[in-house]
Each structure stands twice: as C-alpha cells, then as structure tokens.
C-alpha cells in the first residue's frame, strides 16, 4: 500500500476555521508518502529518513500523546481514530519542510490514514485526520489543514466554509505564481499560544452572545474588553478578506488581492499577536520586492513561513508551490 497526502499553504482566511469561519488555502506540491505492507505484528510501525527513531504504536494504544518520539504521537493519533484490525510496517517520506507551517502533520495524517485503509470521503478523512491531531498534540487545532490536504485541487485554492465544511474550488488567477518563503523560525503549535487564542476567541462569542462568524464590525464594536475585541476584529475581517480575495481571483483583481493581503498580515501582527519579527521583516521584505503582488504569514503564526502572490517569472526568493490535487492512494 502507498499513500500521498499533500501540505498546504493558506492564502487567507487565518484563525478563522475554529470559530466556523471561511478560509481559502491550496494544497501544494509538496507532502508526505507512506508505504508499507500488512503485518500480523500488533502495532504499526513506520520509519522515516527525515527521523532518527521509528514510530511504533500498538493497536490497542490509548493515550497517543504520550508515544515517543514526538512524530509518532501523530501516528498513534490515527491509530487511536481508525483502529485498524492489522499491523502495519512501512516507510514514511516527506518533501515538506517540518514546523513550517505548511500542515506536514495533517499530510502526515493523512497518509497515514490511507495508508491503513481509510475509505471513505475527503471530508470524513479530514474529520478523523483532525480528532487525531487533537488527540496527538493537545492543539484544539480547526478542519482546514486536513480539508485543504484531503480535497485539493489541482490549480485551485479551496473556498471552504468550516461551518457547513462546503469546499469549492477557486481558479488560481493567470499569471501569477505561489511562493513560500521561511522566517527561519521554526514552529510549535503545541508550545505556543495557539490554545490560548482559541479561548479567547470563545471568550469574545460569550460576551456577544453569537458566533464570530456572524458577527459584525458593529457587534465587535460593543465588546468591553480590549482584548477580545482585537481577537473578534481580527476574525470579523478576516472572513470578509477570504470573500473579497476569493472575488478578486475571479476577475483577476490583483490589486484587491494584494491590498487584502496587506491588512490581513497587519492584523494577524497587531489584533491577534501571532506574527514574529521575524515574519514581519520576511514580509515586509517580499513587498518591497518588485514583481510581488501581496504577501502575510500563512498558517497559525509563531514562527514558520510567510506566502507571497507574484508575477509569474518575477525574481522573488522562496520556493515556488502549485496547487495540486489531494491525499490519494498510489497503485
């Protein structure tokens, strides 16, 4: 058996998906391969190249976050999910850069999943992928890395909304490439304040009494709290960006895109305290570079990397991503 599972980079729409908000991420052309034959073993066993011990995750294990080495917790979160009824031995590989924040754990997962014989719909994986990162890491992480990886498509980025989880493909616009540049900082979700964020975010839906997803700017208005009020702005807007970039890609609106791409790194730096200086130099950097159209950090911030819109053949520094297809069984 040989399963592929995909990264992603989000274009938009970031710390929005656990509040049931919209987001508009790509899977790329970079993921993670796992390959391997049943075994009448009572564990799954994996080894990776980019790992110096294996994961080995008995069938019946119960507690995935406490599997080592770390990378294995994520294995053992699927194994916790799925139940598979047979061992496993196999390989693991990867093309993506680990704590870049281009979701290598939800590839993982996902492969993973394949792998041991998931069947059933990109949507159901990316539910299962997603309890098992739960499990694994503590993160109470949102659906869109697992979505994005499970139900990509190939010169689209994905509209999806996390509260309905309707996926419809948006047609990158002609002419313009993807680059992913890294801050040199690596990430963590699992030491960070991600956890935190979400908290205040249900914290600030309390207080107004709805959900942030359909909140207004003139609800957010009313919060006392300054802090929640930054943390349900930043969400508010966020979502209207996803709308209006999503827009702008169908009538090729560069301009919009790049102005929406401005605000939302402004925001994710200012309103909800995810960026690094790190990042806000990479980004600050790769806007002033010419041929680039607009560029933020992608993903749930602290570290990792930053996504840039450019002109097609415009000399940007970063690796260059398409959008490709989703997780997948190999034959």
């Known amino acids: 058996m040989k399963a592929y599972a995909p990264g992603r980079v989000n274009l938009m729409g970031d710390h929005t998906d656990y509040t049931g908000g919209l987001v508009l991420p790509m899977a790329v052309d970079l993921g993670t391969t796992v390959e391997g034959t049943a075994s009448s073993r009572e ?3 994996l080894s990776s190249a980019e790992e110096p011990d294996d994961a080995v995750v008995p069938l019946t294990v119960t507690d995935p976050a406490a599997i080592e080495p770390p990378w294995a917790r994520y294995v053992a979160g699927v194994v916790s999910v799925l139940r598979p009824m047979t061992g496993f031995v196999g390989t693991v590989h990867t093309t993506l850069p680990i704590g870049a924040g281009l979701s290598s754990s939800a590839a993982l997962e996902a492969a993973v999943a394949l792998a041991l014989g998931f069947d059933g719909s990109p949507h159901e994986l990316a539910r299962a992928c ?14 869109m890395d697992q979505l994005a990886a499970a139900a990509g498509v190939a010169g689209h980025a994905l509209l999806i909304d996390c509260s309905t989880l309707t996926v419809e493909p948006v047609a990158l616009p002609a002419g313009v490439e993807v680059v992913v540049a890294h801050s040199g900082v690596q990430r963590a979700l699992v030491t960070s304040a991600y956890a935190r964020r979400r908290s205040e975010c249900e914290a600030a839906e309390r207080a107004l009494g709805i959900p942030l997803r359909d909140a207004t700017p003139a609800d957010v208005a009313r919060l006392d709290d300054a802090l929640f009020r930054r943390r349900a702005r930043h969400v508010v807007s966020e979502n209207r960006r996803v709308c ?13 895109i790049g102005e929406a791409m401005t605000a939302s790194h402004a925001s994710l730096r200012d309103d909800f305290e995810v960026s690094t200086p790190e990042l806000d130099a990479l980004v ?4 002033r ?3 680039v159209i607009g560029a933020r950090l992608t993903g749930a911030g602290f570290g990792g990397c930053a996504v840039a819109l450019v002109h097609a053949g415009a000399a940007v520094d970063g690796r260059r991503v398409r959008a490709a297809g989703g997780a997948r069984v190999e034959r």
């Open 284 to 287: 600050a950097r790769l806007t």
């Open 130 to 143: 997603q309890e098992a990162e739960q499990i694994a890491s503590g993160v109470p992480c949102g659906v």
């Open 43 to 45: 564990h799954v066993r």
């Open 244 to 256: 209006a970039v999503a827009e702008a890609f169908a009538g090729a609106d560069l301009a919009t």
């Open 289 to 291: 570079t010419p041929g």
